[in-house]
């Protein structure tokens, strides 16, 4: 880290916390150099913060809301564009014998689901991330981003209807013969 004081404890912060932090910056920018790039700001600025935290929140909860902060001042560059990271591509690793249609078919309803998070306003899009992807309680999410838990939760809520609705009206849905949830865009 260029230098600076590493403390004890921050060792400890990183070990535990850098691979979400991480996955979460992964799947809010969409691209892999990015959120490593972002991820080592982050981990600087616990690194930098950390004699003056104050023990309000949890750490985990402190790292997020850094990351957020890290993120959302990336994104707010008018040069960027958002991507956002295949849900599958960091969920879990694909089966390399999947048919090739099976990939196709999940990543148009990747592409779908991308675009309209990618859509979403940025304080919807982290809520959706923090509560949905990354497991985190509402409570959690609502120090994360700063606000209170009726707004946290309300985000939450808008954000999930507004990708269902995008969703519906791009998508029609189904099982296959498998009971695999599908989709096909509309034309």
């Known amino acids: 880290m260029n230098g600076e004081v590493v403390q004890?404890?921050?060792?400890?912060?990183?070990?535990?916390?850098?691979?979400?932090l991480r996955r979460y910056l992964e799947r809010?920018?969409?691209d892999p150099a990015v959120a490593q790039d972002l991820s080592q700001e982050t981990l600087m600025r616990i690194n930098q913060g950390l004699p003056s935290f104050a023990g309000r929140s949890s750490i985990k909860t402190w790292a997020f809301s850094i990351a957020n902060r890290v993120a959302a001042d990336y994104l707010r560059h008018p040069d960027r564009r958002l991507h956002i990271v295949?849900?599958?591509e960091?969920?879990?690793?694909?089966?390399?014998?999947?048919?090739?249609?099976?990939?196709?078919m999940l990543g148009e309803m990747n592409e779908c689901i991308r675009a309209v998070i990618d859509s979403l306003p940025d304080s919807y899009r982290a809520a959706l991330i923090l509560h949905d992807l990354e497991g985190?309680?509402?409570?959690?999410?609502?120090?994360?981003c700063a606000c209170s838990l009726a707004t946290a939760k309300i985000r939450i809520h808008r954000a999930r209807l507004r990708l269902k609705e995008a969703l519906t009206k791009r998508c029609e849905f189904y099982r296959d013969q498998d009971n695999v949830f599908r989709c096909d865009r509309k034309a």
């Open 28 to 30: 809010y920018v969409g």
């Open 136 to 144: 985190l309680s509402a409570e959690q999410t609502a120090e994360i």
């Open 86 to 88: 295949e849900l599958d």
């Open 90 to 104: 960091v969920a879990e690793p694909i089966d390399p014998d999947r048919a090739l249609d099976e990939k196709m």
């Open 8 to 20: 004890p404890a921050f060792r400890a912060i990183a070990d535990d916390l850098a691979q979400s």
